[in-house]
């Protein structure tokens, strides 16, 4: 089994610590475990997928699906127990992932293999025996102390550990089970070590061109991602239905295509047509559904005492299969059903509620406050930058405008450096104790809502923090919810009705006839590559390129319905095709004109502002015209608002301070801007830790470089997907 073959337990409890270790470890090493189960069969030698002719086998896949979705239930039976709403599980996007992770593992040992590179079991052991991974440092005794002799002596001889468990007087059969579950998490842990170091090794091999980076060209990156400009700009923008009347001619549609399209460059894609019959109650399922919530109704109505209303509903919940909510933050509940259970007394039943997944009936289990508190907050962000003292004294000239009345959110836009809040006027939401640093939490949590504080200090700077609301009540709750179900004739009438569909096309009939003879809509798909799933589906899409045009399949897709699907289009690898891009090209030069005919314009307005010296003047050329604001804008090339727009940020950078500057063409708008102020990165600080940067700008190249190889490796290999071949 290579340098260890076997893992396991000391106890129950370790057992269970062995659980949680894999949920850590998978998510840190983004790969997953895999743990034997008995099947029926044995599937070794069934290949569901061929990478460069090597196998992925059927027991392999089934067994890390298996072994990831119940790390996955594992981790939403934390949430529910912590109040938490669990995410859904997608069987299919759980199965995806799983195959695109083995595929990628092929690819990289065959890499590997091709460089020579062999990652060897005495170096595994290395970091089982001499450095165990952090996750892996659980045996330890009653005062905390790592047990390191044991550790290595049940590494090195697994089977010692079933021994430990006889000694200690458990049975045979919970001993051999334990056993094996302990081999199988050291295998497991192996290959995941394997793997990375395995990838540690091709990533330094492919990368080794950019491994140099010049100290001039660190500068110039920690500058540029370290700057930051406070702006406000007028947008030019094309009014509703400005493309309205222009028509650009086919030839010179044919033009730009001709001047572009080297750019244009396809994958081999496929376009499907397909019809969808939706899983969806009939109308005598609804009518069904109906008559439950009428004689629902009807059995509350006259009973007004609230312990029989009580005792009636639990009668009702085990005849209709209600649910039971663990206590929850109101905050987190939908707001409708929170209006309701706070206005509620306990034990009292309110119904019907319409809501969007079916008619409720609510009851209040019990509410409690002051057990888990949230606050929510907005906060001012003013780094230290090289000065701590002026950044100080910035901080309470803000904290004094805004206690004397001055809009905080407002303030917040102008002068916080917190992008991700700035805009939102510095709001945080709600939070809970343990989410924000120490020293912030402290603050927010002791003042009362509407209290303005700071300046608060922390690693980030001065904060100003205006707490906007507290909750602390929590509800538990029961429901009973009365939806249309879909029937069993339902579904056999929706089955029936896409074979029938599918025998039709088989038989030459046009697609757009069959739809609308079974009133269905006949859809058709964009151009799609191999990775994307549509229709939500990666089986169809595997269908489609192993299929020929005009072939017909029939699907059953989750949450979506039975598709039937037929290949109308096949591109191959190469240039984009002028059929297929001309709307794309006919968009961007319809925008390119409607620009061309608001230059006029947008010069107007620029002229206006600078005679006046304020972009407020803007207002006398079209009064629609509003000044905004962007704080803390950096040189990526993203104006908020306008998406990608390099010229507009890079000339926030070059033109001088208080000075009107336009008109800017972006590709969506004129912008006239003025520069109220900028915060040149502190130099001083990267000059004292330029090693540092150095080495972060190219641990930064070598990951982008690495992940750019492994794509080029993905592209071009030759990956055989059989995961839905019925033969």
Request: charged content about 25%; hydrophobic content about 35%; aromatic content about 8%.
């Amino acid at each position: 089994m290579g340098a260890i073959t076997r893992i396991r337990q000391l106890s129950p409890y370790f057992l269970a610590v062995v659980a949680v270790l894999f949920i850590v470890f998978m998510v840190l090493q983004d790969s997953s475990c895999s743990s034997i189960q008995q099947q029926q069969r044995n599937p070794e030698n069934i290949s569901i997928a061929e990478i460069n002719g090597e196998s992925i086998s059927q027991a392999e896949f089934e067994r890390r699906v298996h072994d990831y979705s119940e790390r996955l239930r594992q981790q939403n039976a934390q949430m529910t127990a912590q109040g938490q709403t669990p995410q859904e599980i997608d069987d299919e996007q759980v199965r995806q992932q799983i195959f695109d992770q083995m595929v990628e593992e092929i690819l990289l040992k065959q890499e590997a293999d091709k460089l020579g590179i062999v990652v060897t079991d005495d170096e595994i052991v290395d970091v089982m025996l001499i450095n165990p991974p952090q996750e892996l440092q659980f045996f330890k005794d009653s005062t905390g102390k790592f047990q390191k002799q044991m550790y290595q002596e049940l590494v090195t001889n697994p089977q010692r550990y079933g021994e430990i468990l006889q000694e200690q007087g458990m049975p045979q059969e919970q001993v051999d089970q334990q056993q094996k579950v302990w081999n199988e998490t050291l295998r497991d842990i192996e290959h995941n070590l394997r793997t990375m170091k395995l990838q540690e090794a091709v990533a330094s091999t492919v990368t080794a061109a950019v491994s140099t980076v010049s100290p001039t060209w660190a500068e110039i990156d920690y500058r540029n991602s370290n700057s930051t400009a406070n702006i406000r700009f007028v947008a030019v923008t094309p009014g509703q239905g400005a493309e309205q009347g222009i028509k650009p001619t086919q030839d010179e549609l044919k033009a730009y295509y001709d001047q572009n399209k080297q750019y244009m460059v396809q994958k081999p894609t496929r376009k499907i047509k397909y019809a969808v019959f939706r899983q969806v109650a009939s109308k005598k399922d609804s009518a069904r559904a109906q008559k439950l919530s009428e004689d629902l109704m009807k059995a509350f109505a006259p009973v007004t005492d609230v312990a029989q209303r009580d005792s009636l509903f639990t009668e009702k919940m085990g005849q209709l299969g209600g649910t039971t909510s663990d206590y929850t933050r109101v905050s987190n509940l939908d707001p409708t059903i929170s209006m309701v259970l706070t206005t509620t007394p306990v034990r009292d039943v309110f119904g019907p509620l319409n809501t969007a997944t079916g008619i409720k009936y609510l009851r209040v289990d019990d509410k409690r406050a002051g057990v888990n508190e949230v606050v929510r907050a907005s906060h001012i962000l003013i780094p230290f930058e090289a000065n701590k003292d002026s950044a100080r004294t910035v901080a309470e000239n803000i904290i004094a405008r805004a206690k004397k009345g001055e809009d905080f959110a407002t303030l917040a836009m102008l002068n916080s450096k917190d992008p991700g809040s700035a805009q939102n006027g510095g709001d945080l939401g709600y939070f809970e104790k343990g989410k924000m640093v120490p020293e912030f939490e402290k603050a927010a949590f002791g003042a009362q809502i509407g209290d303005i504080v700071g300046p608060v200090e922390t690693q980030f700077g001065f904060h100003i923090i205006k707490v906007t609301d507290k909750q602390s009540t929590e509800i538990k709750y029961s429901e009973i919810s009365i939806a249309p179900k879909i029937s069993t004739t339902t579904k056999q009438s929706i089955i029936s009705n896409g074979l029938k569909m599918e025998e039709m096309l088989n038989n030459g009939s046009d697609f757009d006839t069959v739809a609308k003879k079974f009133d269905v809509k006949a859809m058709e798909s964009n151009f799609f590559s191999s990775r994307t799933p549509v229709v939500g589906s990666h089986e169809i899409t595997a269908w489609a390129f192993a299929a020929g045009k005009g072939d017909i399949k029939r699907f059953d897709v989750n949450n979506m319905g039975l598709v039937v699907a037929q290949v109308s289009e096949i591109r191959e690898q190469g240039i984009k095709l002028f059929e297929d891009v001309k709307e794309e090209i006919e968009r961007v030069v319809i925008q390119n004109k409607v620009l061309d005919q608001l230059k006029s314009k947008a010069e107007k307005v620029a002229q206006a502002c600078t005679a006046a010296g304020s972009l407020e003047a803007a207002a006398s050329i079209d009064s629609a015209l509003t000044v905004r604001v962007q704080t803390a804008l950096r040189n990526n090339g993203q104006l908020s608002g306008f998406g990608a727009d390099f010229v507009s940020t890079n000339t926030a950078f070059t033109t001088p301070i208080g000075s009107i500057t336009g008109p800017i063409r972006g590709k969506r708008a004129w912008i006239i801007m003025v520069v109220d102020s900028r915060t040149p990165a502190n130099m001083d600080a990267f000059n004292k830790d330029k090693t540092s940067q150095i080495q972060n700008l190219m641990s930064r190249q070598r990951s982008s470089a690495y992940y750019s190889w492994l794509q080029s490796i993905k592209d071009n290999a030759t990956i055989v997907d059989k995961r839905w071949d019925r033969d």
